[in-house]
């Protein structure tokens, strides 16, 4: 009889057991569809279409031929960290200094670091409900207890201050916000976000901004929670290169935090990822500070596919969607002929093979809603609209039959 004693596996890794597999359960239907010959449309994803821009490959291939292949600092490389410290000393009035930056590989580890450094298990985290599904793995992997706080749907997905500062209790650890947002593309305004820092440093609670769509903006420029808040020592920053700059698979993102909490981020990093790559970063700082064009470029088009979907998404009976000031999103309501955004995702696969993501996996708010990616060009979202459209048509005839 053998006598090897069980082996197991952390709490850690089992709260991350079947993870999100439910919210990408139509995406993931849609790509076995498409394995097996279907005409499948994806409108799921928000990974950027375009490639990323050339001389930003450019730079890491130089890099490379450079030798920079090797080791770097935990913390960052320097050149990297004084660029973004640049772009934050620009767009806000507090100076910042690369030593309050930590680069970490995508903005997904920087959340997570940062919540493993503030947070022990079973610590309560308020978050704007709907939120960014990713963030589910993020507080699952560090053990935290979400207190979701409802957006307003009615005004276009806005933060409920008042509800905001009802969550924050005795047990709060940390706030977080998204501005602009995922999955609604809403933005924060300035003076909601001094008033959330100012309250949450009063309570002793941390409060992070998740800035990755910083700069896709269709109305008015971004201001970041380091630009409006008055004072820093409670605010932490993320941002990233996945979106603005059409990079998501170099894996680029990063921390801007007080200098209490740096070194911890830092020693985290040194643990976990050992630092980044020196090409890659080597290619992040240049495209920082080579952005103009390219960025720019990337969100006229995304603004272009904006008022496209908006308007043939609006033109269809039963459903309807608000123009999103940001981000790479369309919230579209199904209520007008679904029973739940799901029902409706599950219909479009079936019947018009559309993907499209249920809005239920993002919270409660959205339960009647689906999100459409505006990363895929306007031939591609046309015919996808045309086939809703048929669909759509269809039920109306059956009706008036
Ligand atoms: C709101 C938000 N935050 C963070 C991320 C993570 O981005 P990455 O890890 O690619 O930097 C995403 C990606 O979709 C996102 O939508």
């Not at 300035?190 to 440093?201: C, N, W």
Request: glycine share 6%; net charge negative.
């Amino acid at each position: 009889m053998s006598t090897q004693k069980p082996l197991s596996i952390s709490q850690l890794a089992h709260r991350l057991d079947g993870e999100a597999s439910e919210v990408w359960a139509v995406h993931d239907r849609a790509l076995d569809m498409q394995a097996n010959g279907e005409d499948v449309i994806l409108l799921c994803v928000g990974d950027p279409d375009f490639p990323t821009p050339e001389p930003i490959f450019y730079q890491a291939l130089a890099a490379m031929k450079r030798d920079r292949t090797h080791y770097s600092p935990a913390q960052g490389e320097l050149g990297l960290r004084e660029a973004v410290a640049e772009l934050e000393s620009k767009t806000s009035p507090h100076p910042c200094a690369a030593d309050d930056i930590v680069i970490f590989p995508g903005g997904t580890n920087a959340l997570y670091s940062v919540f493993s450094c503030i947070c022990d298990v079973g610590d309560e985290v308020v978050v704007p409900d709907p939120m960014y599904v990713g963030y589910c793995g993020v507080f699952d992997a560090v053990g935290v207890k979400t207190v979701p706080v409802a957006l307003r749907a009615d005004a276009n997905f806005a933060l409920d201050m008042d509800a905001m500062k009802a969550a924050i209790t005795d047990k709060t650890k940390a706030v977080i916000v998204n501005t602009p947002g995922n999955p609604c593309g809403n933005m924060i305004s300035a003076a909601e976000l001094a008033e959330l820092a100012a309250y949450t440093r009063e309570r002793g609670v941390w409060l992070i901004s998740d800035e990755v769509y910083s700069m896709i903006t269709f109305k008015q420029r971004h201001v970041s929670l380091r630009a409006a808040a008055e004072a820093l020592d409670n605010v932490i920053m993320v941002d990233g290169l996945s979106k603005s700059h059409a990079m998501s698979g170099w894996r680029v993102g990063w921390v801007v935090a007080p200098q209490s909490l740096v070194p911890h981020l830092t020693h985290l990093a040194g643990a976990s990822v050992f630092g980044c790559p020196q090409f890659i970063q080597d290619a992040a700082a240049f495209a920082l500070r080579h952005d103009d064009y390219y960025v720019a470029q990337m969100r006229d088009e995304y603004k272009k596919r904006r008022d496209f979907l908006v308007a043939r998404i609006n033109a269809m009976a039963g459903v309807s969607a608000e123009s999103p000031d940001a981000g790479m999103f369309v919230m579209m309501r199904t209520d007008g002929v679904a029973s739940s955004g799901q029902a409706f995702a599950e219909r479009l696969l079936d019947e018009a093979g559309v993907s499209v993501v249920p809005g239920a996996g993002f919270g409660d708010v959205t339960a009647n809603y689906v999100r459409i990616t505006l990363a895929q060009p306007v031939s591609v979202l046309t015919k996808a609209m045309d086939r809703m459209a048929n669909m759509l048509a269809e039920d109306a005839t059956r009706t008036a039959v």
